[in-house]
């Protein structure tokens, strides 16, 4: 209980010179890698970027992990995220590692089965229309749940609009 409430002057500056060594590390290897190193474009996507916040915490709070190993599991994780980044433009690799989209309504017809699969609720399906600014149900052609775990809404106010087939490529249904 001494210790939440203890100021040392060493370790207060060790953590804030170890905050700006992995910050400026952060920004090499961000400009190395790229912008999709932050995206939330797939599920591994997102679990980088909590891998690299974890590893950013821990070293700066932690004494047993040193500035230079934290820039080199910081550098690690980024290389892996480029190798299977890489990796993934084989539809195999790609298989495995992201999700894949799914469609939760075809039109106005609510897919269940679908619901249940992506654990999405019919009040959280209700909110994302409201939130699309869908009035009628009959304005929807199509709620797909993202691989992103985002759900977009695909909708018009015409009744003999079609979607085009590029936009299902991919989707289950």
């Not at 797939?42 to 934290?70: N, R």
């Not at 892996?80 to 017809?109: C, E, H, S, W, Y």
Request: no cysteine; proline share 1%.
């Amino acid at each position: 209980m001494d210790k939440w409430f203890a100021f040392d002057i060493p370790s207060f500056v060790a953590i804030i010179l170890t905050a700006i060594g992995i910050y400026i590390a952060i920004i090499i290897f961000t400009r190395i890698a790229g912008k999709r190193s932050f995206s939330k474009m797939s599920s591994f996507d997102f679990a980088m970027t909590v891998a690299l916040g974890s590893m950013v915490a821990t070293t700066v709070l932690s004494k047993s992990v040193s500035l230079w190993e934290g820039v080199v599991g910081i550098a690690a994780i980024y290389v892996l995220q480029l190798f299977v980044a890489i990796l993934r433009r084989f539809k195999i690799v790609q298989n495995v590692v992201d999700n894949g989209p799914l469609m939760l309504m075809d039109g106005q017809t609510i897919l269940h089965k679908n619901l249940k699969k992506a654990r999405v609720t019919e009040a959280d399906l209700r909110s994302k229309l409201r939130e699309a600014n869908v009035i009628r149900l009959k304005e929807v052609r199509a709620v797909v749940f993202e691989a992103t775990g985002d759900i977009s809404v695909l909708h018009t106010d015409k009744d003999d609009e079609e979607l085009e087939d590029y936009l299902y490529k991919d989707v289950s249904k």
